[in-house]
């Protein structure tokens, strides 16, 4: 199975021994806040996702592209394309 986001920035933060309050002090938030997001408690602002890419040294296209992947595996869809996406999610995990 596909890690989540909030996983896939938790592993970063490790591989990268940055403590939680270390990483959300360079991303301009609160510690709770990033402990939310890397236990899938709550999502990750979009306007986050430069300051990630910066930090870990990222594509952020790559970075983005994990970041909707899953966003849109999550999303309230139209029956049509809650069946498309589902598909898509299905191939990726």
Known sequence: MKE???EYIHNLRVEHGLTLTKLAASLDID???LSKIENQKRSIP???LP???KIFKLDI???ENEFY???N???DLSSSELSRT??????KS
Request: with cysteine; proline share 0%; net charge positive.
């Open 69 to 71: 992947s899953e966003k």
């Open 73 to 75: 595996c999550r999303n």
């Open 51 to 53: 300051k990630l890419a």
């Open 31 to 33: 510690q709770s806040t």
């Open 46 to 48: 979009e306007e986050i």
């Open 61 to 63: 296209k790559k970075l």
């Open 86 to 91: 589902i598909d898509t999610c299905r191939r």
């Open 4 to 6: 989540t986001f909030g």
